[in-house]
């Protein structure tokens, strides 16, 4: 794995989870920490294969 795929392995899971979090402090509604969670997930994927 290159740095950029480490990167993208730990950073996509932080990203996730404080979505979470904002989402249970109720910052977020569910519709938009759906979104975020799919977003970061989906362009994680692609970057992932493309390095």
Do not use: H, N
């Amino acid at each position: 794995m290159t740095d950029a795929q480490t990167g993208l392995v730990v950073a996509t899971p932080i990203i996730v989870g404080f979505s979470i979090a904002l989402y249970k402090m109720g910052v977020l509604q569910r519709y938009s920490t759906v979104i975020a969670v799919l977003a970061s997930c989906v362009i994680a994927g692609v970057l992932f294969v493309q390095q």
